[in-house]
């Protein structure tokens, strides 16, 4: 064998090896680029994953702050018509006049001298109620009308002799009926929703 072939089988077998030796290396390469690949898919999916949730929550935060407004604007508007329906009775109840005035301050005010024994009562109503409380109280011995007060009718009574306060006016009836009959009320108002 002459030095010149020795030289070729020499160089042959290096390209050889380095033929083998790029092989591995691309398989490696290639071996890193899918790892990577995989890698940043599976980030991305993880992210997109973390997004959605992001905005589902978000979405759900934001629903339930609207919910949340819509309930307190409807229970505002629900207070407000109850404002207005109180405010209409009061109304109604101030302009009561007549025989149902009359029929209802002697019933008010029976109630409230049944609650005194014997003795001088004084009785406080309403100033446009002053001659209707005048003409009611001759028929009670012992009550004169003693001023007025800011009510929409009805009579206070007081006793010096036993310290005690009876408050049968209109305001306060319909203070108590309107706490007890609150829910109803609304109940037939917006149909029990």
Same mark, same amino acid.
């Given at each position: 064998m002459s030095l010149e072939t020795v030289v070729e089988d020499i160089r042959d077998e290096a390209r050889a090896r380095a033929d083998e030796i790029r092989g591995e290396a691309d398989e490696r /390469? $290639? !071996?890193?680029?899918?790892?990577?690949? /995989?890698? /940043?898919? $599976?980030? *991305? %999916?993880? =992210? !997109? %994953?973390? &997004?959605? *949730? !992001?905005?589902?929550?978000?979405? #759900?935060?934001? +629903?339930?702050?609207?919910?949340l407004q819509a309930k307190q604007a409807r229970l505002? /508007? *629900? =207070?407000? &018509?109850? !404002?207005d329906v109180r405010a209409d009775v009061e109304a109604a109840l101030a302009d009561l006049g007549g025989? =149902? *005035?009359? #029929? @209802?301050? =002697? %019933? +008010?005010?029976d109630a409230a001298v049944a609650e005194f024994d014997d003795g001088d009562l004084a009785v406080y109503g309403r100033a446009d109620d002053q001659d209707l409380l005048e003409d009611v109280l001759t028929d009670y011995d012992g009550a004169t009308f003693a001023g007025e007060r800011d009510? @929409?009718?009805? &009579? &206070?009574?007081e006793s010096e002799s036993s310290r005690v306060r009876v408050n049968n006016t209109f305001d306060s009836l319909l203070e108590t009926v309107w706490e007890d009959n609150l829910r109803d009320i609304s109940d037939r108002l917006f149909d029990a929703q």
């Open positions: /390469a $290639q !071996e890193i680029i899918d790892e990577a690949e /995989a890698d /940043a898919e $599976q980030i *991305r %999916a993880d =992210r !997109e %994953a973390e &997004v959605d *949730r !992001e905005i589902s929550q978000e979405r #759900e935060q934001r +629903l339930s702050s609207a919910k505002g /508007a *629900r =207070r407000d &018509v109850l !404002e025989d =149902r *005035r009359e #029929e @209802l301050t =002697r %019933a +008010l005010l009510c @929409l009718g009805g &009579v &206070v009574v």
